[in-house]
């Protein structure tokens, strides 16, 4: 199959997620087609979010299957699911305040040789040219989201504009094919809104699939090529953006009116 065929990347059969007595995901199934941008829209407690801890590993299923590519990663953990192309942002920027903005995303990298002790003790070497490598990739990342002229500064110096797009470039260093954004808009002014927007859809061509949680409806009409409505943990409908937003039994549920 060729890179511009699109197929499944990622795909959600009847899964379902109980806390207590709340069914926050009910026989949910979902197809995350490649090399476009989709959006999950819906009122708040449909499941959006739990989706994504289901997803990335954070947490178990109940019942049903997930599978990425040819790999059935239902019960897999965290750092498995990571290694295997799949990267998430969480709706709280998490970096490490007191490092600078190039060393937030050099770790980022994944199975870096000298992560290991044998590897840091007896293979300098290659540890060393490693190193120099992912220290140029990573400034490349800090450059494609605008943030080059920041390398140095401790990332809690960063404004929340800065911090958001610094997030932007710890995902791409994973080099991860599917990138998971909760709510990567969330509190930034229009300006940022629409360099994030223009940085998602460069990502596309670089051949990433992304999935985005995103309530601000003109934001997901921008930056989104189909858009999937969520309520009461179930997809109640999925086409383009117009034609999910025009919906007005859609706009009820999401508005509550």
């Avoid at 490649?34 to 819906?42: D, E, F, K, N, W």
């Avoid at 999935?211 to 090529?225: K, T």
Wanted: one cysteine or more; glycine letters at 8%.
């Amino acid at each position: 199959m060729s890179a511009q065929t699109p197929f499944a990347l990622l795909e959600l059969t009847e899964v379902s997620k109980s806390f207590g007595g709340i069914q926050a995901v009910r026989d949910l199934t979902f197809r995350l087609v490649s090399g476009r941008v989709t959006g999950l829209v819906g009122p708040n407690g449909a499941g959006k979010t739990t989706m994504f801890n289901l997803v990335t590993g954070f947490l178990p299923a109940d019942s049903g299957s997930i599978r990425y590519r040819e790999h059935d990663i239902t019960r897999w953990q965290p750092y498995q699911i990571s290694r295997i192309g799949i990267a998430r942002s969480f709706q709280d920027v998490r970096i490490f305040p007191r490092m600078s903005a190039l060393d937030n995303v050099m770790v980022a990298a994944q199975d870096q040789a000298g992560e290991r002790v044998i590897w840091a003790m007896v293979g300098f070497q290659r540890v060393g040219k490693e190193e120099h490598h992912n220290r140029e990739r990573s400034l490349g990342y800090l450059e494609f989201v605008g943030l080059a002229d920041k390398a140095r500064v401790f990332a809690q110096d960063l404004s929340y504009s800065e911090q958001k797009l610094l997030a932007l470039a710890r995902m791409l260093a994973t080099e991860a094919d599917c990138l998971l954004l909760d709510e990567p808009m969330a509190g930034l002014d229009p300006g940022t809104r629409h360099r994030i927007n223009q940085l998602i859809r460069e990502l596309v061509p670089r051949g990433k699939t992304i999935c985005l949680i995103e309530h601000n409806l003109d934001v997901v009409q921008e930056a989104c090529d189909w858009l999937a409505f969520l309520d009461q943990g179930r997809v109640l409908a999925e086409g383009p953006p117009s034609e999910i937003v025009g919906d007005p039994k859609l706009a009820e549920i999401y508005f509550g009116a």
